[in-house]
């Protein structure tokens, strides 16, 4: 009777491994609503995204203008105005997209959405998905994502970079103007 005792207890706990992994694992997807990003992804997928279509845009805009002035035809006119709104619209949901996954990623619902709609509260709020780190570990919307990649981290370095050109710039230029002769 012993023996049958020590060999197989029932009530003692299992021996399993509680760690899947799984945060490790987590890549996030652009294209979806679900998930978390962090804040270089969402820059980079912001910027990226945004900077993809934007050329897209100007080279459909720019084909149906040679395309409508070789015809003398002011119908692809329309056809571009219409690609263009289409494509405006797909910018707007990527957006929408990436800043509920931002959310997300600080442990707040995607209703927090709505704040956007509030003139100046939307500042903050952008101020607020750039600039605070998301939670560590596990939260209410999943697993951590991943570690940033190479492409992330560059597309990501972009927008502050060519922002802080952009500032140089403006207080630059006109400065080197009134040094130049004649001016």
Sequence with gaps: MSQVMS???????????????????????IFSFNGRIGRMRYLAYGFGISFLLVALVSFLT????????????????????????????????????????????????????????????????SIYLVFFPGTEGPNNFGPAPAANSIG????????PVLFILGIVAAVAIPQYQSFAPGG
Excluded: C, H
């Design 152 to 159: 992330v981290l560059i597309v990501g370095w972009i927008i």
């Design 62 to 125: 720019a084909m149906a203008g040679a395309m409508g002035a070789g015809m003398g035809d002011s119908s692809m006119g329309i056809v571009g105005i219409i690609l263009i709104g289409l494509i405006y619209i797909a910018v707007i949901v990527l957006s929408v997209a990436f800043a509920k996954r931002r959310f997300n990623d600080l442990n707040r619902s995607g209703w927090w959405l709505l704040l956007f709609l509030i003139p100046v509260v939307n500042l903050i709020v």
């Design 7 to 29: 060999e197989a207890n029932p009530y003692t706990a299992p021996d399993a491994a509680l760690d899947t992994g799984l945060d490790a694992l987590y890549q996030p997807k």
